[in-house]
Structures are given as C-alpha cells and as structure tokens.
C-alpha cells in the first residue's frame, strides 16, 4: 500500500489548477441512464472514484469512452443489458446509490444495493425511498438490495425532503425528469452539484426550475436528448488547496476558483486572519500573519460551512491562537482525524459532535492513518506545517478525491513524495 511523506516547513508559492467537482461528476455520470443519446462531460476530474462509477455504468450495459486523459468522458446507455447495481461495486462508494432514480424513471425498475456504512456514518437511504415511493415507485429492502420498480412509470407528485439530502435531491430530481406530471420538491438541497446537474439535465431537455433554492420544481417530459455539459469546479479541492498556504506560509493561486463555491468557507478563513483575493484566473490565499487565529465553526448544508472541509479546517486550526468549537452536524462519526492530529501534537477533546480545538504552537511529523477522504487530506495539510517528517498511510481514501495531490503540491514547494510499499 502507498504512503504519502511529506516534510514540513518550506513556504509554499506558485499556482495550483482546480479540477472538476468529484461529487457533480458522480451525479452526472448516472444521468446517462435518463437517456439513450449520448452525454459528454467535459472538464471531469481524474479520480478513482470515477473508476468506480464507470464501471458501475459499464455493469448496467452503458458505454464508457473515457478521452484526454480522462478529462473528457462520452456516455451512451443506448444498449443497457442490466438494472441491478451489484453490492461488490456499491460497497466501494455511496454515491453508487444514484442510478435508483434515474432508473426508475427510464426503465421504470431497478435492484440496488444498500451502500452499507463507511467511517463516516450509517448513511441509510430512508429519504431516497420515501421520495421516490410518493412518486409511486414501489420499493422493498431484500437481502441488503432494494427492489424497485414503478410499472407505468412514476407520477410527478410533490416531495418533502424531511432533511436536505444532497444524494436523495439527486436522485429525485433526476427520477422527476422523466415522470408524467409535475414534481415539486421541498426542502431540496442547494449544493453547487445540484445547480450543475439542472443544468446539465436542462440541456438534455429537462424542464427544471428553483436549482439552488429549496423548492425545485420539474415538469416531466417524454424523452431526453444528447448533451455536452463542463463539469462545475470541485469546491472541496478549491477549500482544501486554499488552506494550503495557511498551513504552510507563503502565498497560493488557485486557478478555476470561485468566491460564490466557498462563500461561508471564505468568511471562516477571513475571521482567521487569512486574505483571500479574486484574480481573473481564480482565487489568491495568504494569511496575514504567522498564526492563525481561532474560530468556532458548525458544519451545515449549503449554503452553511461545507462538512467536506471540517477534518481540514480542524488540522489548520490546530496551531491557530487560541482555542477553537467545532460542531458536525451532518454526519455522526466524522472525526476520526482528530487522533491522528493529536499523534502530531495536537490538543483537541471530543464529545460526541463537539470538538475543542486549544492552540499549539507547533505540530511534530509522525507517522499517521487516513481513515477517510477528507480525514486523509487533512492529515497532508498537518504535515505542510509540521515540524519534521510525516508518513500518512492507507492513502487509497485519498486518491478517491484528489488527483495527483503530490504533484500539485510539489508543484508551490511543498517536500512531499508518494512511497509505494
Ligand atoms: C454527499 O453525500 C457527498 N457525496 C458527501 O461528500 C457530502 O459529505 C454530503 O453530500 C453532504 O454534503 C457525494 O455527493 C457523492 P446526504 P450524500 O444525503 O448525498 C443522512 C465527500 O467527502 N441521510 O446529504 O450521501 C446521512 O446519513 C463525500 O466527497 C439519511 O439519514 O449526503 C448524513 O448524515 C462524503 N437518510 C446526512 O443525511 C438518507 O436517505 C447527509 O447526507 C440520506 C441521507
């Protein structure tokens, strides 16, 4: 298995380009299967978690012409042999989940498996059922498969989210385009990915409204069309990379960024006394003094700070000035980096969705375990500021969602390598 080495202390300067949103690319993969014409992604990140859903397709008889490197994926599920999702592929990743919907509505059935849990949390499925079982899909939980099926197709019907699933608005939205009548569904979540998706849909020929508010409305059309649609820039890696020079000194440009992708993000960073600036190619970070300080954050949906960037908010605030709170409170188990930041020095308690963050002045290298992606990540970023080496093993998490991070980060200075075992 690889580790990643990195050895801290060295100011970090130069450009660094953002790719394609991993979590828009994995929604529009599967809106393949609404259709039988092709749809071009441009712009779509090189990540193993593509893989994943490429074979996903693949398994249900979708055409996968991967070009450019990856960037440029052409789907075409004119000749579909399959309409179960297999546990084997979905166990890998979650996001698997998202061709029940657009397989109900097409095909009017599918056989999914239940993802299962991961570090993170359970992550049932309780949302996406009851959605789309209003929009008169009869679904049944069998030997960890759930089987649904919507003969005659679903009904347009109006879907009250009882919270703003991000994966269950997908997976409606996506169902809805496709349904007889109108859907209107409430209490939708409003992440970029889902703005990304609209459009991508709206360009196949689906009729949406409301994208990025609570209230999307949809009105069912016959069929869908082909389309090209540019994959929206990953505003995970945007934060991520941002905080890149916090950690580290010296000052980054990330191109492709956007203030409106990081808005509560960017408030956070500028109370911690870092300045970020738009340029014309993306977004300059640099904290305005040695140390940064400390800030209390709470992670909600969007447009509230991002739970994706909580594990690398926590590592940086870790040697801020002062003591800093931080609440999760979309996942139950998310924060399994905060052993491993205490192996480097760390002075954090955890109780239950609360962790106390005490300023020190330093972090020291130590070897530590990624358990999840973002966990994985935030352990890199530690090691930018670290004192000494550090050795961050089980780096399969994060190559989920970033690609080539060592070469990026080589890239502005940082002493980091990839050591295969
Ligand atoms: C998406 O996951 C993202 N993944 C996650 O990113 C992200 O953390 C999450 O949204 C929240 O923003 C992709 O887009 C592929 P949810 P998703 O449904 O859709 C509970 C990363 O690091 N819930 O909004 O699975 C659930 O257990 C990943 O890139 C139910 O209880 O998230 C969780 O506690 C990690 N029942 C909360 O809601 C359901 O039916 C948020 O889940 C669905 C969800």
């Known amino acids: 298995m690889d580790s990643i080495v990195v050895t801290g202390g060295t100011p970090l300067k130069g450009k660094i380009a953002i790719a394609g949103a991993k979590n828009a690319a994995l929604t529009l993969m599967p809106a393949t299967l609404l259709s039988e014409e092709p749809l071009t992604l441009t712009n779509a990140p090189r990540l ?24 440029v994926q052409v789907l075409s599920s004119h000749a579909m042999t399959s309409t179960t999702a297999d546990y084997e592929i979905v166990r ?23 993802p299962g849990g991961c570090a993170i949390g359970a992550r049932p499925m309780d949302i996406h059922v009851t959605a789309l079982e209003a929009m008169g899909a009869e679904i049944e939980l069998k030997d960890g498969y759930l089987h649904a099926k919507a003969p005659g197709g679903l009904k347009g019907a109006k879907v009250p989210l009882r919270f703003a699933s991000v ?3 997908e997976n409606v ?18 992440e970029p990915e889902i703005v990304d998706l609209a459009k991508c849909l709206r360009s196949m020929g689906a009729q949406i409204e409301g994208e990025g508010t ?17 994959v929206v820039t990953d505003r995970i890696e945007l934060g991520t ?3 890149a020079p916090v950690f580290a000194g010296g000052e980054v440009e990330c191109l492709g960024g956007r203030l409106d992708l990081v808005g509560s993000f960017v408030e956070k960073l500028d109370a911690a006394g870092v300045d970020v600036t738009e340029t014309p190619d993306g977004l300059k970070v640099k904290r305005r003094t040695d140390r940064a300080k400390a800030v209390d954050v709470t992670t909600e949906v969007f447009p509230g700070f991002p739970t994706d960037l909580q594990a690398q908010m926590m590592a940086m605030l870790c040697t801020a000035e002062g003591t800093s709170v931080l609440e999760e409170k979309i996942f139950e188990n998310r924060f399994m980096h905060a052993p491993e930041l205490i192996r480097m020095g760390a002075d954090i308690e955890v109780h239950g969705g609360i962790a106390t963050v005490r ?9 530590v375990m990624a358990t999840d992606l973002r966990a994985s990540v935030s352990l890199i970023l530690a090691g930018l500021a670290a004192e000494g080496e550090t050795t961050v093993s089980r780096i399969y998490h994060l190559d989920r969602g970033y690609e080539h991070i060592e070469e990026k980060l080589s890239a502005v200075g940082a002493k980091i390598e990839r050591v295969s075992a």
């Open 359 to 367: 300023g020190v002045e330093r972090l020291k290298g130590a070897p």
């Open 92 to 114: 890998k990743m979650r996001a698997s989940n998202l061709v029940l919907g657009p397989l109900l509505a097409r095909h009017h059935r599918a056989v999914v498996s239940l």
């Open 167 to 169: 994966g269950a608005t």
């Open 241 to 243: 990379y941002m905080l």
């Open 48 to 71: 193993s978690d593509i893989k994943t859903m490429t074979a996903l397709l693949q398994s249900l008889g979708v055409e996968v012409t991967s070009m450019q490197d990856g960037k």
């Open 173 to 190: 939205l996506m169902a809805a385009t496709l349904a007889k009548g109108t859907t209107v569904i409430e209490n939708a979540a409003r």
């Open 214 to 230: 609570s209230t999307i409305t949809i009105q069912g059309v016959d069929r869908l069309g082909a389309a090209t649609h540019p």
